[in-house]
């Protein structure tokens, strides 16, 4: 073949070159880049997953310093919460000093109040001020909003955490089903005289406060017996009543609380050792029994019933109550429901706590809270919720004291309330308990602010920069460039190059031996 028109070998070389030097360059820019992919026409596949892998790493990233965010948030909360701790704590030690009022005197005491007075402002004040970058933390501007709560039915409402899915607002409905109850003795009075005792007794009278003997005398009225019982209620926790207000129709010894961890327990100390004969014979009710009610009290027809049974003691109940479907723990008159949806801690009213099949009382979390972003996805089972609520003396302490809900700030000095709380009441039963309540509470918050910290924060950190790693390590392999790889290849690109250049010459010096033909 003698053609110069076309040059094959000429073309077919320029075509290998040509492939080559493509391959060399490509060569040159992953040495040079670092990366194996640099446009989609590289590894058009490995570009689309080693994107996601990417975008998947910037929210990882960012959820991990989310997540250092928030342990700082919590931990400047947590500290705010110990100065209050200390806080209480000096006002339970000037509460203790004062009720010493065989050693005190009235100035000593009204110093002491002074200084609870100042204490009370500073636990206030903290709850103002307590901030983050401009982040309120303890006034409760943290806390969740609720929106149609019946307080005769509920006394007090803390939400702890909530998840608004789909929904603008949560509506919690919470119907009593079981009731709680006290720890609760009857006694008939049906003796001859009627309403009196029949002869000289000793009673040892017990509560969850501890026991007390109460001696009486032949004779005496039902009403001087629970006087009696009554006068030491501090000292048992136990408390009586006449039946129907009416010593003809018998006593009631029961509780101070509601719970399952108070009782009642009244034994005749001396008396015949046969019960049926031993005429101050006390009844409970029959656990399953409903609580009798009426007037007068159906002695005989709940002794024939079977309701009542012979008793020297009796354990209390705790409230028992459905939220949103769910069974949830009580706790005397309180309720506590911990789910990832919903958590809070209810206080029931007396009145609705022991009426169980009444009316559903529901009412709405309309928003708050504070929402913490743990993942890369936006959406809620990345999200972690918790609410802090306001610490300030008048949030913090709720306790009911004869069916009125009273806070800290009762215990300050010159305010209008119908108990008196101070140091200067001279009984400090229900400061104690309002003080016990509020150390609980600051206490029950830190402990779930370091739960939250402890077991979410921290863990989903962990668990967010060992998913960065891991990532981080599924796009290397796809993205970056292996230099030994490369390297290799780029040698075998730059040796068929020369030897590409050198073939193109020699095809293209084929044409020219034509021209031995031509003579």
Do not use: C
Request: hydrophobic residues 40%; without cysteine; proline residues 2%.
């Amino acid at each position: 073949m003698a053609r110069i028109n076309s040059n094959i070998p000429s073309l077919i070389a320029q075509s290998k070159l040509a492939r080559t030097q493509q391959e060399l360059q490509i060569r040159l820019e992953r040495l040079s880049t670092g990366l194996r992919i640099n446009r989609g026409a590289d590894d058009p596949a490995g570009v689309i997953i080693s994107e996601r892998i990417r975008a998947d790493l910037k929210g990882v990233d960012q959820g991990i310093k989310n997540g250092d965010r928030a342990s700082a948030v919590i931990s400047t909360t947590e500290a705010a919460l110990n100065e209050v701790a200390d806080l209480l704590n000096s006002i339970r030690s000037l509460l203790v000093e004062s009720a010493n009022t065989g050693a005190n005197s009235k100035l000593e005491r009204d110093a002491n109040q002074q200084q609870i007075d100042s204490a009370i402002e500073s636990i206030t004040r903290i709850s103002n001020t307590a901030s983050f970058g401009g982040l309120k933390l303890l006034n409760g501007s943290q806390d969740y909003q609720l929106s149609g709560l019946k307080t005769s039915a509920i006394a007090q409402a803390k939400i702890t955490n909530a998840s608004f899915v789909g929904a603008t607002n949560l509506q919690v409905e919470v119907d009593v089903v079981a009731s709680a109850q006290t720890g609760a003795l009857y006694y008939n009075g049906n003796t001859t005289p009627s309403g009196v005792t029949l002869s000289a007794t000793t009673l040892e009278v017990t509560g969850p406060a501890g026991v007390q003997v109460i001696t009486i005398p032949s004779g005496q009225s039902l009403s001087q017996v629970v006087d009696a019982v009554n006068r030491l209620t501090s000292l048992t926790g136990v408390e009586a009543s006449l039946i129907n207000n009416n010593a003809n129709s018998g006593m009631v010894f029961q509780s101070a609380e509601f719970g399952s961890g108070s009782f009642v327990s009244v034994k005749r100390i001396g008396g015949p050792s046969n019960a049926t004969s031993d005429y101050f014979q006390t009844y409970k009710i029959v656990d399953g029994q409903p609580v009798p009610s009426g007037t007068p009290f159906p002695w005989s027809a709940l002794l024939t019933a079977g309701t009542l049974s012979v008793a020297k003691r009796d354990d209390g109940q705790d409230v028992q109550a459905m939220v949103n479907g769910n069974l949830a723990t009580g706790d005397g008159l309180k309720l506590k429901v911990n789910s990832g949806a919903l958590g809070m801690d209810l206080q029931l009213t007396e009145d609705y706590a022991t009426r169980p099949g009444g009316t559903v009382s529901s009412f709405y979390i309309t928003g708050g809270g504070a929402l913490f972003q743990l993942g890369q996805d936006v959406n809620a089972l990345q999200q972690a919720n918790i609410g802090i609520p306001s610490i300030s003396s008048s949030n913090i302490g709720g306790t009911l004291v004869n069916g009125s809900l009273y806070f800290l700030n009762s215990l300050k000095s010159g305010q209008a309330f119908s108990i008196a709380n101070n140091v200067a009441s001279g009984d400090f039963t229900a400061s104690n308990d309002i003080l016990g309540s509020a150390i609980d509470e600051i206490a029950g918050l830190r402990g779930r602010l370091g739960a939250f910290e402890r077991n979410v924060l921290q863990t989903n950190t962990r668990s967010l920069q060992s998913a960065f790693e891991n990532l981080t390590a599924s796009v290397s392999v796809i993205r970056d460039a292996d230099f030994a790889v490369e390297t290799s290849q780029l040698t075998r690109a730059q040796i068929l190059a020369s030897s590409g250049t050198s073939v193109l010459q020699l095809a293209n010096q084929q044409s020219q031996q034509v021209l031995q033909l031509l003579g």
